[in-house]
């Protein structure tokens, strides 16, 4: 509506349903709206912004928060301009740019990110900003202490509120993972804690990956999540002090959500490099004989090993359980001394969608014969076979009498959405468009060869079309775009249509269906 006149006016919807006795007839209303004319422009004085969550994660989960709204509080409360929002890092959360909706990524990219709200003036006059802060992960932070003090993890979001939530029904359970073997253990058992708190820290600790398992019980289910690992550095007092600097890079191909520790689509034959610069930082303290440890994927081809720039044969590789292990010995490292390691490899075959993290770590002595241990921040990659994967379910039209049925004959329920008649992972890197056809081979048939009298249709909004020996499109997607799995709502998609007037023998009748997928001319 356009308002002619100043002042304010109060609107509200009805809606009624019509029955043939009037006083059953449900009538319903909705919330009352107010709209205010003003004659002339207000611009904003004051302007602050909040979020209705600090903290929402990266993985998705039925119990976790992947999404907030951030509010913008405008002085005067009659502003009439409008509020346009924005964020710095879309990596990490994008946001709409009218609503506020804040949606996390779901690549377990993790950081803080920086809300913007700009108020503008509908006189024209320059906009005012102001911004929130905003975290996005996976439920845990990385940890720093110095050996010998203890360490607390804590859970972040809505899942560390668990404790003030008295009708809930949950338990929380801590694992640590070992850096080098990857053996996992329970270290907290039975108390449903929201935080652990290490023993003191040995420089054994150092590397130590901490992760915490959520199950949550609420209406008759059960929901499970597994926060991120988050790594426990551990820091010496003495002796050197060793930092590893370490990337990870795919040359073969550029992802946009890539970063120096992760990168996203690797397929088979890739070109990917690890690098890593390690510093003895010590003033005082030197580390002699040390062992460069780096765990590769499994037949991962070392094309080449580079220190300093230069070219290394001084170098093992063996295989263990799921990875291997590249070592470079005999590294030393004076008072303030640094060596640059380039490792260049090629993926080997990559048959599913996988990741594989990669924690490095070099062990030596020092200058007393100590030993001396650190662990590099951990690598990923994240692997895919670049090709449309899928698998198709059977579909089920129950028992049907020999004659007289209904004319049209529905799917059994677990065919139904929100269950899927087709799975669909589209690990494809280059996404062309697709369309999506589908037959009927040939007609029901029972063992002893009778035929069923009826064949299957295709059932949309727009109509209906046989699928017996007729090829029909069923979905497709645009370039660009994914390829989504395909569910059917229960009176839509593949039915079966009877003849109800012939007799059917007894028996199990089955036919094949046809799936085709062809590419689409990009527009």
């Given at each position: 509506?356009?308002?002619?006149?100043?002042?304010?006016?109060?609107?509200?919807?009805?809606?009624?349903?019509?029955?043939?006795?009037?006083?059953?007839?449900?009538?319903?209303?909705?919330?009352?709206a107010?709209?205010?004319?003003?004659?002339?422009?207000?611009?904003?004085?004051?302007?602050?912004?909040?979020?209705?969550?600090d903290?929402?994660?990266?993985?998705?989960?039925?119990i976790?928060?992947?999404?907030?709204?951030?509010?913008?509080?405008?002085?005067?409360?009659?502003?009439?301009?409008?509020?346009?929002?924005?964020?710095?890092?879309?990596?990490?959360?994008?946001?709409?740019?009218?609503?506020?909706?804040?949606?996390?990524?779901?690549?377990?990219?993790?950081?803080?990110?920086?809300?913007?709200?700009?108020?503008?003036?509908?006189s024209?006059?320059?906009?005012?900003?102001?911004?929130?802060?905003?975290?996005?992960?996976?439920?845990?932070e990385?940890?720093?202490?110095?050996?010998?003090?203890?360490?607390?993890?804590?859970?972040?979001?809505?899942?560390?509120?668990?404790?003030?939530?008295?009708?809930?029904?949950?338990?929380?359970?801590?694992?640590?993972e070992?850096?080098?073997?990857?053996?996992?253990?329970?270290?907290?058992?039975?108390?449903?804690?929201?935080?652990?708190?290490?023993?003191?820290?040995?420089?054994?600790?150092?590397?130590?990956?901490?992760?915490?398992?959520?199950?949550?019980?609420?209406?008759?289910?059960?929901?499970?999540?597994?926060?991120?690992?988050?790594?426990?550095?551990?820091?010496?007092?003495?002796?050197?002090?060793?930092?590893?600097?370490e990337?990870?890079?795919?040359?073969?191909?550029?992802?946009?959500?890539?970063?120096?520790?992760?990168?996203?689509?690797?397929?088979?034959?890739?070109?990917?490099?690890?690098?890593?610069?390690?510093?003895?930082?010590?003033?005082?303290?030197?580390?002699?004989?040390?062992?460069?440890?780096?765990?590769?994927?499994?037949?991962?081809?070392?094309?080449?090993?580079?220190?300093?720039?230069?070219?290394?044969?001084?170098?093992?590789?063996?295989?263990?359980?799921?990875e291997?292990?590249?070592?470079?010995?005999?590294?030393?490292?004076g008072?303030?001394?640094?060596?640059e390691?380039?490792?260049?490899?090629?993926?080997?075959?990559?048959?599913?969608?996988?990741?594989?993290?990669?924690?490095?770590?070099?062990?030596?002595?020092d200058?007393?014969?100590?030993?001396?241990?650190?662990?590099?921040?951990?690598?990923?990659?994240?692997?895919?076979?670049?090709?449309?994967?899928?698998?198709?379910?059977?579909?089920?039209?129950?028992?049907?009498?020999?004659?007289?049925?209904?004319?049209?004959?529905?799917?059994?329920?677990?065919?139904?959405?929100?269950?899927?008649?087709?799975?669909?992972?589209?690990?494809?890197?280059?996404?062309?468009?697709?369309?999506?056809?589908?037959?009927?081979?040939?007609?029901?048939?029972?063992?002893?060869?009778?035929?069923?009298?009826?064949?299957?249709?295709?059932?949309?909004?727009?109509?209906?079309?046989?699928?017996?020996?007729?090829?029909?499109?069923?979905?497709?997607?645009?370039?660009?775009?994914?390829?989504?799995?395909?569910?059917?709502?229960?009176?839509?998609?593949?039915?079966?249509?009877?003849?109800?007037?012939?007799?059917?023998?007894?028996?199990?009748?089955?036919?094949?269906?046809?799936?085709?997928?062809?590419?689409?001319?990009?527009?």
């Open positions: 509506m356009t308002p002619t006149e100043v002042g304010t006016k109060y609107y509200q919807q009805k809606t009624a349903w019509y029955m043939f006795i009037s006083a059953l007839s449900p009538t319903v209303w909705s919330q009352v107010a709209v205010h004319t003003l004659d002339s422009d207000v611009d904003v004085d004051d302007l602050t912004v909040t979020t209705d969550d903290y929402i994660y990266n993985q998705t989960s039925d976790t928060t992947t999404s907030t709204y951030a509010r913008a509080h405008v002085k005067p409360e009659n502003f009439t301009g409008t509020i346009k929002w924005s964020i710095d890092k879309p990596e990490l959360a994008t946001i709409d740019e009218e609503t506020g909706l804040i949606t996390a990524n779901n690549r377990s990219q993790s950081g803080e990110v920086t809300v913007t709200a700009t108020a503008v003036n509908s024209n006059s320059a906009p005012k900003e102001a911004e929130a802060k905003l975290m996005v992960g996976g439920g845990l990385d940890q720093t202490v110095n050996v010998g003090e203890k360490a607390t993890f804590a859970l972040m979001g809505n899942i560390g509120e668990f404790e003030e939530q008295e009708d809930l029904n949950y338990s929380i359970r801590w694992f640590k070992d850096p080098i073997t990857h053996e996992q253990s329970e270290i907290e058992i039975g108390k449903n804690s929201v935080a652990h708190t290490t023993d003191a820290t040995t420089l054994d600790d150092d590397g130590a990956e901490y992760f915490a398992h959520i199950e949550a019980k609420t209406n008759g289910k059960t929901y499970e999540y597994d926060t991120n690992k988050a790594k426990l550095h551990v820091l010496s007092t003495e002796g050197p002090t060793i930092e590893l600097d990337t990870i890079k795919n040359n073969t191909y550029d992802n946009n959500s890539d970063t120096e520790k992760t990168i996203y689509d690797v397929i088979s034959q890739d070109k990917v490099v690890y690098n890593s610069t390690i510093t003895n930082t010590s003033n005082g303290a030197r580390l002699k004989d040390a062992t460069y440890t780096v765990p590769l994927r499994s037949d991962t081809k070392v094309n080449k090993v580079l220190i300093d720039g230069e070219e290394t044969n001084d170098y093992s590789v063996t295989s263990g359980s799921g291997d292990d590249l070592k470079i010995k005999n590294l030393a490292f008072i303030n001394q640094s060596h390691i380039e490792i260049q490899t090629t993926v080997s075959d990559v048959n599913s969608r996988e990741s594989f993290r990669s924690n490095a770590h070099i062990e030596g002595t200058d007393n014969g100590n030993t001396v241990k650190k662990s590099g921040d951990t690598r990923t990659l994240n692997l895919i076979t670049n090709k449309l994967e899928y698998q198709v379910n059977d579909i089920d039209y129950g028992t049907i009498k020999p004659i007289g049925n209904e004319k049209v004959i529905y799917r059994q329920d677990e065919t139904n959405w929100p269950n899927n008649i087709m799975n669909v992972d589209d690990m494809r890197r280059s996404k062309s468009g697709v369309q999506l056809y589908l037959s009927q081979a040939a007609d029901f048939t029972d063992d002893s060869g009778n035929v069923l009298q009826g064949h299957l249709k295709y059932y949309d909004d727009d109509g209906e079309a046989d699928l017996l020996n007729n090829s029909i499109l069923v979905s497709n997607s645009t370039s660009g775009q994914g390829m989504n799995s395909l569910s059917w709502r229960a009176d839509k998609g593949v039915l079966l249509e009877m003849d109800n007037r012939m007799m059917n023998a007894s028996g199990n009748y089955h036919t094949k269906l046809n799936w085709t997928f062809v590419d689409s001319l990009d527009e």
